[in-house]
T-cell receptor, first 113, second 118 residues
Framework: DGGITQSPKYLFRKEGQNVTLSCEQNLNHDAMYWYRQDPGQGLRLIYYSQIVNDFQKGDIAEGYSVSREKKESFPLTVTSAQKNPTAFYLC????????????FGEGSRLTVL | AQTVTQSQPEMSVQEAETVTLSCTYDTSENNYYLFWYKQPPSRQMILVIRQEAYKQQNATENRFSVNFQKAAKSFSLKISDSQLGDTAMYFCAFMIRFARGGQGNLIFGKGTKLSVKP
């Protein structure tokens, strides 16, 4: 079945360690996105990518990095520079930035101890 | 800057009844999209309904309908014949549609937690 796969679903890390969250899609979508979700805050955009080898910062990019080497993959690295990394992270994709509808993965819950 | 406000952090409704979730937004743009997304306890976000600002007719998807008031910048979601499976967080979202093609990023409200009671 087509969809977006995020892994791992749950992740625990010690403070100061970098962590990479995986996002893979087989929908042949051009655009991909990373959102952060905190209780009572809604979703906030971290990074997005419209095409391979290109990505743009969202509203809260500090302390995060991404790559887009393949159309299907858009991994997110939470670096040690992110001051409050414990959160729920959602990856999404859309056909292109004209379509307007995003398809979401099931999310990754990161807890920094 | 665009903002989306959902003034009801939590709501509850009895099964089979109707409930309306509120959403207001602020923008100086004229062309945009509005969305309602549902996030059930499984945490996967699902698109419920979408409205294009240039369309005056309110969007409808089965038991879900919207009341889009462009002048008032209001975009409420009505759920008819509520079912237990409708229990979820509901997010209102806004996206600019650029005149030359393309769109801005999705801007989300903080969500409304809806509980459907048997």
């Amino acid at each position: 079945d087509g969809g977006i796969t995020q892994s791992p679903k749950y992740l625990f890390r010690k403070e100061g360690q970098n962590v990479t969250l995986s996002c893979e899609q087989n929908l042949n979508h051009d655009a991909m996105y990373w959102y952060r979700q905190d209780p009572g805050q809604g979703l906030r955009l971290i990074y997005y990518s419209q095409i391979v080898n290109d990505f743009q910062k969202g509203d809260i990019a500090e302390g995060y990095s991404v790559s887009r080497e393949k159309k299907e993959s858009f991994p997110l690295t939470v670096t040690s520079a992110q001051k409050n990394p414990t959160a729920f992270y959602l990856c999404a994709s859309s056909i292109d930035r004209v379509a307007g509808e995003l398809f979401f993965g099931e999310g990754s819950r990161l807890t920094v101890l | 800057a665009q903002t989306v406000t959902q003034s009801q952090p939590e709501m509850s409704v009895q099964e089979a009844e109707t409930v309306t979730l509120s959403c207001t937004y602020d923008t100086s743009e004229n062309n945009y999209y509005l969305f309602w997304y549902k996030q059930p306890p499984s945490r996967q976000m699902i698109l419920v309904i979408r409205q294009e600002a240039y369309k005056q007719q309110n969007a409808t998807e089965n038991r879900f309908s919207v009341n889009f008031q462009k002048a008032a910048k209001s975009f409420s979601l009505k759920i008819s014949d509520s079912q237990l499976g409708d229990t979820a967080m509901y997010f209102c979202a806004f996206m600019i549609r650029f005149a030359r093609g393309g769109q801005g990023n999705l801007i989300f409200g903080k969500g409304t937690k809806l509980s459907v009671k048997p």
